[in-house]
């Protein structure tokens, strides 16, 4: 508790000072009024005082005025008083601080330093005021005489002994008693409350984490950067909604800034530009350093594709009059959130001669879009009781593709036969050629920004094409990094990180073990000393969902990217648990550079949770530890970012890359 000594001349103001002090929320100390308690109960104090001020004390009670008269006249006689009166005065009022519970309080007493309990005092401050004005102000409030009022104020300290006992000092000349009150109140909040913060500054900021918003943090020049960062980003996403054409758009953004593919044979040297292409579906990047790979890379390795309605190998068919896709979905999905929203098909077609067609529908302004229809809310009873995982099925997530019968056809499907027509008319597909399709819905259009603030970006496969875009472009304008940066753009993710193209593949291994070959250096060597951020999206936290997430555990949107010593589920199943000194490195080198950064797990012990590619690297002898992007409505068709989070990122993957 912080204790504030208030003393002064009678009629200066102390009381008013003290008043302030209880408004504030303080506990207030009147010595005066605590000596006139003690008058009441303490015998002993009574019979001292008339022992020696004798005919002051008549039936037991003391005199005042008549004792006054003595010693305001007498500062021997005073001194004599105040040696009786101040111990006892002093130990009760060390009774009710000890009791009280107050965040401060203040004592005020005319014998403040006297009395000793100045020692107990953090702060002192004297109020002072003209001898005259306090003279017609006890007249006033005590209705005594300007004689009395003048042998009182006489006998007490000069305001010189004052100022020089005290710390603070206060001039109570307002014009009004509100009017100083109103003074006293900016005093006390001056000396009371901010000193308070004041005198532990330090100590608060060296040993509390008190996490502050983002937008609090970042500077000009990180804002600016920020917006033009995510315009790029928006591009980006927009024009990628599958692993295909993530792998397509980087190589060609790469080919542009210098990449070659990386082959056989091939003798690489610092500031070297190489790529792999695995199979069109993953890809990684290298900008060879001035140190050997024996000394390790840095890696990101984000993954490129997301969830989505994958086409079933016999997808086309005609049911009332109307034609549809089946459906497969692939990753984890809501059911019902893809119902009645504009979808897009996206991916290739191997066709029987071997060629590869392309096919993208529902992107460009006048395109056609396609959806999964809902049941009217008028017919949802039954639907309505079910569950949500229930209410929309997995083989209900058909396609709605057309309506319009081929005319003149006699024949059964006019619809689909109709739609095939087109299909072959555009791509030359037959209905066969969907056995050897990779087609894909996904929700149609651009990202757009989000909010009256335009701080948020909405897209389709933030997870984790906002980690893959963080991840690849710093290489874009990196010059020879001492460390050989790599970028790992996985796919696979979504169903466990399998497969040719999934982060378990060989692929990894062939690419790192080429690239060491080409610079001389052991693949071995270069894993056991190279360092991964696995760049995936984590959950941010979301206060309409607040009772799955601990908040103080979580990230939270605009408070940076985020770092995670372990993903995972139940007791961290599946996680890499990155090492202390691995989380250690990245907060160390993101300090250095001013990365806003926030950690956090994936929402409440056993609420459900997580993995991501980390555990793969890390199976790889690589140190690994999870970073990127907080979510909002991960894994929905439309998932929100904020933006700073989004550059703070790239930031955090660029500023890795660079270090040693
Ligand atoms: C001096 C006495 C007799 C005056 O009594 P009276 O009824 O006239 O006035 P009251 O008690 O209301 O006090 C009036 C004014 O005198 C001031 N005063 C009180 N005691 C003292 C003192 N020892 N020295 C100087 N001024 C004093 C008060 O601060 C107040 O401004 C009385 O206050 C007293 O016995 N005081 C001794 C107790 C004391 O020392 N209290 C302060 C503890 S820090
Ligand atoms: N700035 C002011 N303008 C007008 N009146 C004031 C002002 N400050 C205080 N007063 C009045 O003057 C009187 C004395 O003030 P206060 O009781 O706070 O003085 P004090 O220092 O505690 O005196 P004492 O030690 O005699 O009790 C009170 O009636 C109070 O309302």
């Not at 299909?423 to 929700?443: H, I, R």
Request: aromatic letters at 8%; hydrophobic letters at 40%; charged letters at 25%.
């Amino acid at each position: 508790m912080k204790i504030l000594g208030i003393t002064g001349g009678s009629g200066s103001g102390k009381t008013t000072l003290l008043r302030a002090v209880e408004h504030l929320g303080g506990l207030g100390l009147d010595c005066d009024a605590i000596y006139h308690c003690l008058l009441e109960t303490d015998d002993a104090l009574v019979a001292a005082i008339g022992a020696r001020f004798p005919g002051t004390v008549r039936d037991g009670r003391v005199d005042r005025p008549a004792l006054a008269a003595v010693v305001f006249a007498d500062p021997a006689e005073l001194a004599a008083l105040d040696a009786l009166t101040h111990e006892a005065v002093a130990r009760e009022v060390r009774r009710r601080l000890w009791q009280s519970e107050a965040p401060f309080a203040a004592i005020d007493a005319i014998g403040l330093f006297e009395s000793g309990l100045a020692a107990l005092c953090d702060e002192t401050v004297c109020v002072l005021a003209p001898e005259e004005t306090r003279i017609e102000r006890l007249i006033r409030r005590d209705g005594i005489s300007r004689e009395r009022a003048l042998a009182r104020i006489r006998a007490q300290k000069s305001d010189e002994a004052l100022r020089a006992q005290c710390g603070h000092a206060l001039w109570a000349d307002a014009p009004t008693p509100e009017a100083f009150q109103q003074q006293c109140e900016q005093f006390l909040k001056g000396v009371l409350m901010m000193e308070e913060t004041k005198k532990f500054e330090k100590e608060r900021e060296a040993l509390l984490s008190s996490p502050k918003n983002g937008y609090d943090r970042i500077s000009e020049a990180d804002l600016a950067a920020m917006e033009s960062y995510c315009k790029e980003y928006m591009k980006f996403i927009s024009d990628c909604k599958m692993e295909r054409e993530a792998v397509k758009w980087t190589i060609e953004a790469a080919e542009k800034a210098g990449f070659r593919e990386l082959k056989p044979g091939m003798q690489l040297k610092p500031g070297d530009r190489v790529y792999g292409n695995n199979h069109n579906k993953s890809v990684i990047f290298a900008v060879v350093g001035s140190e050997s790979l024996n000394e390790g890379t840095h890696i990101c390795a984000a993954h490129i594709d997301s969830p989505r309605l994958d086409l079933k190998p016999n997808p086309l068919y005609e049911d009332a009059g109307m034609a549809y896709f089946k459906t497969h979905y692939y990753g984890g999905i809501k059911k019902y959130q893809w119902t009645t929203t504009p979808l897009a098909i996206h991916g290739v077609v191997a066709k029987k001669d071997g060629t590869v067609v392309t096919v993208t529908v529902g992107e460009e302004p006048g395109d056609p879009i396609f959806c999964v229809t809902d049941l009217l809310v008028h017919l949802s009873a039954d639907q309505m009781r079910k569950t949500l995982a229930e209410g929309v099925t997995g083989e209900n997530l058909r396609i709605l593709l057309g309506s319009r019968p081929l005319k003149d056809d006699e024949g059964a499907d006019r619809v689909k036969f109709a739609i095939l027509m087109l299909l072959n008319e555009k791509y030359g597909l037959t209905e066969e050629d969907f056995l050897s399709a990779e087609l894909t819905m996904v929700p149609a259009g651009p990202a757009r920004e989000v909010g009256f603030d335009r701080s948020l970006i909405a897209a389709y496969g933030h997870d984790d094409r906002v980690c893959a875009y963080a991840a690849f472009k710093p290489l874009l304008d990196l010059g020879t990094p001492v460390k050989t940066a790599v970028c790992v753009l996985a796919d696979k993710e979504e169903i466990g990180s399998v497969g040719i193209s999934g982060m378990q593949s060989q692929y990894f291994e062939m690419f790192m073990e080429d690239l060491c070959e080409a610079a001389g250096a052991s693949k071995r060597r270069c894993f056991e000393h190279s360092f991964c951020l696995s760049a995936d999206v984590s959950n941010a936290f979301d206060p309409l969902y607040a009772e799955t997430c601990d908040p103080t555990n979580n990230t939270k949107i605009n408070y940076g990217t985020g770092i995670f010593k372990y993903t995972g589920a139940r007791g961290k199943s599946g996680s890499s648990d990155a090492a202390a000194e691995v989380m250690g490195y990245v907060r160390r080198i993101f300090a250095k550079h001013d990365v806003i950064w926030q950690t956090g797990e994936l929402g409440k012990v056993d609420q459900g949770g997580g993995g991501t590619v980390a555990c793969y690297m890390a199976n790889r002898n690589i140190e690994t530890v999870d970073a990127g992007v907080p979510v909002l409505s991960m894994h929905a068709p439309m998932e929100i970012v904020s933006k700073l989070d989004t550059y703070m990122t790239f930031k955090g993957m660029k500023v890795f890359y660079e270090e040693n």
